[in-house]
Nanobody, 124 residues
Framework: QVQLVESGGGLVQPGGSLRLSCAASGFAFSSYLMGWFRQAPGKGLEWVSG????????TYRDSVEGRFTISRDNAKNMLYLQMSSLEPEDTAVYTC?????????????????WGQGTQVTVSS
């Protein structure tokens, strides 16, 4: 029973902060590269951030660089996305995903496991 369950989404004002969590179970979490994706209503899936299996390296799309921080706790099978200086353009359903890969450049279609997502709404 592989599961990725996101939490922490909600309504936040522009400039505010939010921390998303992703709880993993049913697979070898510490062997997987983890990523965060997002999708706004009526728009395509967009990669947000990634982190290596051991948490040594992290990557971000340009629009969130310096505002978002991805991290993981392999002992707890948890993935996090700390978001600050949030903008209305960040509004989307955020989803975590897992894949075995030594390379940070991984296409969305190559990710093996996906969560259901958590809604983040940035609005005043």
């Amino acid at each position: 029973q592989v599961q990725l369950v996101e939490s922490g989404g909600g309504l936040v004002q522009p400039g505010g902060s939010l921390r998303l969590s992703c709880a993993a179970s049913g697979f070898a979490f510490s062997s997987y590269l983890m990523g965060w994706f997002r999708q706004a209503p009526g728009k395509g899936l967009e990669w947000v951030s990634g982190i290596s299996s051991g948490g040594v390296w992290t990557t971000y799309r340009d629009s969130v660089e310096g505002r978002f921080t991805i991290s993981r706790d392999n002992a707890k099978n948890m993935l996090y996305l700390q978001m600050s200086s949030l903008e209305p353009e960040d509004t989307a359903v955020y989803t975590c995903a897992a894949v075995i890969s030594p390379n940070p450049k991984v296409a969305a279609l190559d990710y093996e496991y996906w969560g259901q997502g958590t809604q983040v709404t940035v609005s005043s």
